[in-house]
């Protein structure tokens, strides 16, 4: 059974305890300073016995760790402390928060805004090497063959 202890550095520790000959021992299982769920897949995969995530899960916040349950959240709760600090989102990308939002996961609201969502919040690194691609696809093409020109009989004024 694994249980959670608060360590003076700020960390804390997922810990499970077993019994040997010479009395009770805990090992650790993993150590964090947020529980994020690539935390709880590392002490299910260190466990002896079953971990039920969402048990492990209750543990931690009656511990008084922090619990973060995805990307999405954490970036939902950074968007939530700007908007209180008084800074704004550009129009565009609030408009399609707003819109996917509404709308619910998974389920793009039209195909041209469902491709604008996936580079809003792509780095300039991300989209230089996207831009690299096309222009290495449009130089791999082959070039286009042209036709002979139609000759047409030359009509003179008379």
Do not use: C
């Amino acid at each position: 059974m694994a249980f959670i202890v608060s360590k003076p550095n700020g960390t804390w520790e997922a810990r499970e305890s077993h019994r040997t000959p010479r009395g009770p021992r805990s090992r650790t299982l993993a150590t964090f300073r947020e529980f994020t769920p690539e935390v709880a897949s590392r002490i299910e995969e260190r466990s002896s016995a079953s971990i039920d995530r969402e048990d492990l899960r209750r543990k931690v916040a009656r511990a008084g760790a922090p619990v973060v349950e995805s990307e999405a959240d954490r970036a939902a709760a950074e968007v939530l402390r700007e908007i209180s600090r008084g800074r704004s989102l550009r129009p565009g990308l609030a408009r399609l928060l707003s819109d996917s939002l509404a709308a619910g996961p998974g389920v793009p609201v039209d195909h041209e805004a469902d491709r604008m969502k996936q580079w809003a919040g792509a780095s300039t690194a991300e989209r230089a090497e996207a831009l690299a691609d096309l222009l290495d696809l449009g130089e791999s093409l082959p070039p286009a063959t042209r036709k002979a020109a139609t000759r047409y009989p030359r009509i003179e004024s008379g």
